[in-house]
């Protein structure tokens, strides 16, 4: 089993910045990816952001691009979300994942974290 922590949530004016971080633990045999997703009020849960744990090759939602970086740190096993130029569409709960499936273009995670809020006021 693989357990998920998110933390840095927040309150920012639009055009600000944030950054998240997610510290994974457990079993992590066989987890080949983590990333984000978020979810606003009233919507679907949104793929945003992707890292492999071999390469560290990173993909993004077309939304964020140019805006995020997904990043990771090996020795603590965690991943990071830098939020730059934050507008008030992405004011959701952002949730850490993580899972052997590419998800964001195939496939599902198989962990998720409990989410952290992120409001954008405008």
């Known amino acids: 089993q693989v357990q998920l922590v998110e933390s840095g949530g927040g309150l920012v004016q639009a055009g600000g910045s944030l950054r998240l971080s997610c510290a994974a633990s457990?079993?992590?045999?066989?987890?080949?990816?983590m990333g984000w997703f978020r979810q606003a009020p009233g919507k679907e849960r949104e793929f945003v952001a992707r890292?492999?744990?071999?390469?560290?090759?990173?993909y993004y939602t077309d939304s964020v691009k140019g805006r995020f970086t997904i990043s990771r740190e090996n020795a603590k096993t965690a991943v990071n979300l830098q939020m730059n130029s934050l507008e008030p569409e992405d004011t959701a709960v952002y949730y850490c994942?993580?899972?052997?499936?590419?998800?964001?273009?195939?496939?599902?995670?198989?962990?998720w974290g409990q989410g952290t809020q992120v409001t954008v006021s405008s």
């Open positions: 994942a993580a899972g052997n499936d590419r998800f964001g273009t195939v496939g599902a995670p198989n962990y």
């Open positions: 457990g079993r992590m045999f066989g987890t080949r990816y």
């Open positions: 890292i492999s744990w071999i390469g560290d090759i990173t």
